[in-house]
């Protein structure tokens, strides 16, 4: 086979993405609550063992490609598009003014905002450090980010305390540190409160991530579980005020199951805003774009939220590969990324509607009849509908694949 030309690889892609079908158009993957971060946009390729693969890319250009795509709502870190050392100062209101114009000019939403608090060396000992004068920084920074927040009309505001923890044994006091990070967050809830009753606006909803692995050895809010005992611990002076943010990833690559999570946080009303991305059990942080790696757990997951009527947003929070182009990012990477989602969202709705699913489970629900005094009855009664558990199973498959609708293959 002949190389390729340069001056042809763009056609090439092009044509085999409209050659693979099913995409949507920028109206459509607008209808749904799909929210873009600029650093997922910008990110170059580099990590700790990677030398970037991408040129820089500035926020103009991502929210101008978020509206051409269809991905109508923005999120962002304060140091993602404002310099650390310019945090608070005149600097500041300039870019978040030409953030906003950008934004307005696109017709896209900013719906959430964050604060880095992990890669500057100002974090080496976390947000919550023994330092007092770190802690006062760390509080001065998630307040002006709550300001950045309703300046640019965003309604969350999420918080990953990754460097909340220690790399050695015995070098902080746990309960302490958590009484720090509380005062963090109870100084960002206060500023929010003040700044909504200046501005007419209401107060944001502050979802905490958690991870379990990376950077910190040992980090101590590693689970949403630990996030839900933190916010109902006590110290949060503003626990209302307080929610979730699972990440898809951040609860199966401990070995968990999101959808387990996701349950426990929607019956705890904790459930807030949702990162989505992919990757793999027991592994780092991949973050794989959403249905590339595990589609029926996905579909399982997207069902769940629907039968429970989940309406916040549904953060890209994964990373480009790559191998992929500056151009591929926004041509390939995050427009089939949103396709997936939408294909599987709607899969999920026509899960629940399915027939045979329905049957199957209010047939298990109903069960089978057995005297609740005499075990070996209700072994019996029950015997025979159980094995329903593995039709629901191989039900979702075939939707999943399009064998309910007639898909087969010749043998």
Request: aromatic share 10%; net charge negative; glycine share 8%.
């Amino acid at each position: 086979m002949a190389p390729i030309p340069v001056s042809q690889q763009q056609s090439l892609v092009e044509r085999l993405l409209g050659a693979c079908g099913g995409a949507y158009t920028p109206a459509q993957r607008r209808k749904y609550f799909l929210t873009g971060p600029q650093w997922a946009a910008a990110y170059e390729g580099n990590a700790l063992f990677h030398a970037p693969t991408r040129t820089p890319v500035g926020f103009e250009t991502v929210i101008e490609q978020y509206a051409r795509i269809g991905i109508g709502h923005w999120t962002t870190h304060d140091t993602d598009v404002i310099p650390t050392d310019a945090i608070g100062t005149a600097r500041q209101d300039e870019i978040v003014a030409a953030i906003g114009k950008t934004l307005q000019a696109n017709g896209v939403a900013c719906s959430m905002v964050t604060t880095e608090t992990f890669h500057h060396p100002v974090w080496a000992a976390s947000p919550a450090a023994e330092a007092p004068e770190v802690r006062a920084y760390a509080a001065t920074r998630l307040a002006n980010t709550v300001r950045i927040g309703h300046e640019l009309g965003a309604s969350y505001v999420v918080y990953w305390p990754g460097s909340l923890g220690y790399q050695i044994q015995g070098a902080i006091e746990e309960t302490q540190t958590l009484q720090w990070f509380a005062d963090g967050m109870n100084a960002a809830c206060e500023a929010d409160i003040a700044t909504a009753k200046a501005t007419g606006r209401p107060t944001m909803k502050h979802c905490l991530e958690a991870k379990p692995f990376e950077p910190q050895a040992e980090i101590l809010l590693p689970t949403s579980d630990a996030m839900l005992a933190f916010i109902f611990s006590g110290l949060l002076k503003h626990p209302d005020m307080v929610g979730l943010n699972p990440e898809y990833l951040h609860e199966l690559m401990w070995g968990a199951a999101p959808r387990a999570a996701l349950a426990r946080a929607l019956m705890c009303k904790k459930l807030f805003h949702f990162d989505i991305n992919d990757g793999y059990r027991l592994k780092h942080d991949v973050d794989i774009a959403v249905g590339l790696v595990n589609p029926l757990d996905w579909l399982n997951v997207l069902v769940l939220l629907r039968s429970h009527g989940y309406n916040g947003p549904f953060n890209l929070d994964y990373k480009p590969p790559r191998t992929t182009s500056n151009w591929g990012v926004f041509a390939v990477s995050f427009t089939t990324a949103v396709d997936r989602f939408i294909t599987l969202w709607e899969m999920a709705g026509e899960a629940m509607e399915d027939a045979v699913i329905r049957e199957a489970t209010n047939a298990l629900k109903a069960g089978g009849g057995g005297d609740p005094r005499d075990v070996s009855s209700l072994v019996a009664a029950n015997k025979e509908l159980l094995t329903l558990h593995e039709l629901i199973a191989h039900r979702l498959f075939q939707i999943l694949v399009g064998a309910h609708r007639g898909r087969t293959y010749s043998v």
